[in-house]
């Protein structure tokens, strides 16, 4: 069973950064699975952040947080990081981090949807104050 476990949520002020980890665990190989970012504020539904390919080498962005956020990966320590720079206060959610199950997919805009994924992490709040 796969287990993903974010961490780096926190309360901040509108302009500050914050890095945001997620660790996975359960017995697969990491580097070989899309790894991504979505978040949720109250009332709203689950919204696409990011997404990486297996091996790092695409990554795709919501328009909202194009040039602002960056998402990557240390297969090394099977961990995905979200960079997250110029906060703003409708940044305001709680971030999940999620894998599939499809191995070595190759990243499309098919990522850009919840459903695709597998798993999920229990989530990290991230508050930024404006």
């Known amino acids: 069973q796969v287990q993903l476990v974010e961490s780096g949520g926190g309360l901040v002020q509108a302009g500050d950064s914050l890095r945001l980890s997620c660790g996975a665990s359960?017995?697969?190989?990491?580097?070989?699975?899309?790894m991504a970012w979505f978040r949720q504020a109250p009332g709203t539904e689950r919204e696409f952040v990011a997404a990486?390919?297996?091996?790092?080498?695409?990554?795709i962005y919501a328009d909202s947080v194009q040039g602002r956020f960056t998402i990557s990966r240390d297969n090394a320590k099977n961990t995905v990081y979200l960079q997250m720079n110029s906060l703003k206060s409708e940044d305001t959610a709680v971030y999940y981090c999620a894998t599939d199950i499809r191995r070595r997919l190759l990243l499309t805009y098919w990522a850009k949807s919840w459903a695709e994924y597998a798993y999920w992490g229990q989530g990290t709040q991230v508050t930024v104050s404006s």
């Open positions: 990486i390919s297996w091996n790092g080498g695409r990554t």
């Open positions: 359960g017995g697969r190989t990491f580097s070989d699975y899309t």
